[in-house]
């Protein structure tokens, strides 16, 4: 069945460690974004890709990077600059991106959880 | 900027009971409008969406309505279940802004038998 996966569900981290996310559609979508979600807060922003290369920051990417080699693929990297990491994270993605006239249906994963210990 | 503005929950209601949670918006022209819904311990789903003035979204007894002139497109349903139990997610997505959907706070519903 198509649809976005990602990995780990769970995952905990030392201070000073990097971490990454894995996020994968089959979906042949273009654009696949990060969201970061806290108790009250809603979702956040933190990347977004339109295309493959191609990626811009959202809202709340500092402490993040993120990559985009394959069309598939939106890894999400958590770095050790980033000083409140715990949260849950969410990727999407759509066929025709958000800011258009025809914007079509967000696809959601089902998030990943992070800690830090 | 883009913002999306909705009541703080949790909204606890009886079964059968009539639902609304408000949501207003702040966007640079006439933006798409989205809600969302939040099972526990999933990702987000599509509920409605609107994509003009008027409009109305619906889907599985929800609806809402592109209201311009107040700038909100509050969530209804007539008779809520145990089942509609979750968080709720108003969006927009702004046509001259950045491509990306900017979300609300997300207002938790909570339906006791």
């Known amino acids: 069945d198509g649809g976005i996966t990602q990995s780990p569900k769970y995952l905990f981290r030392k201070e000073g460690q990097n971490v990454t996310l894995s996020c994968e559609q089959n979906?042949?979508?273009?654009?696949m974004y990060w969201y970061r979600q806290d108790p009250g807060q809603g979702l956040r922003l933190i990347y977004y890709?339109?295309?493959?290369?191609?990626?811009q920051k959202g809202d709340i990417a500092e402490g993040y990077s993120v990559s985009r080699e394959k069309k598939e693929s939106f890894p999400l990297t958590v770095t050790s600059a980033q000083k409140n990491p715990t949260a849950f994270y969410l990727c999407?993605?759509?066929?025709?991106?958000?800011?258009?006239?025809?914007?079509?249906?967000?696809?959601f994963g089902e998030g990943s959880r992070l800690t830090v210990l | 900027g883009d913002s999306v503005t909705q009541m703080e929950g949790p909204v606890t209601l009886s079964e059968e009971a009539f639902l609304t949670i408000n949501c207003t918006y702040t966007?640079?022209?006439?933006?798409?409008l989205f809600w969302y819904v939040q099972y526990p311990g999933e990702g987000l789903q599509l509920l409605l969406k609107?994509?003009?003035?008027?409009d109305k979204g619906s889907n599985k007894g929800f609806e809402a309505t592109y209201r311009k002139e107040t700038t909100s497109f509050h969530l209804e349903k007539g008779s809520v279940q145990v089942s509609d139990s979750a968080v709720y997610f108003c969006?927009?997505?702004?046509?001259?802004?950045?491509?990306?959907?900017?979300f609300g706070s997300g207002t938790r519903l909570q339906v006791q038998p």
């Open positions: 979906l042949n979508h273009d654009a």
């Open positions: 966007a640079t022209g006439y933006p798409s």
């Open positions: 999407a993605s759509t066929l025709t991106p958000a800011g258009t006239m025809n914007t079509g249906e967000l696809f």
């Open positions: 890709s339109q295309i493959v290369n191609d990626f």
């Open positions: 609107a994509t003009k003035a008027d």
């Open positions: 969006a927009l997505s702004s046509h001259t802004g950045r491509r990306a959907l900017t």
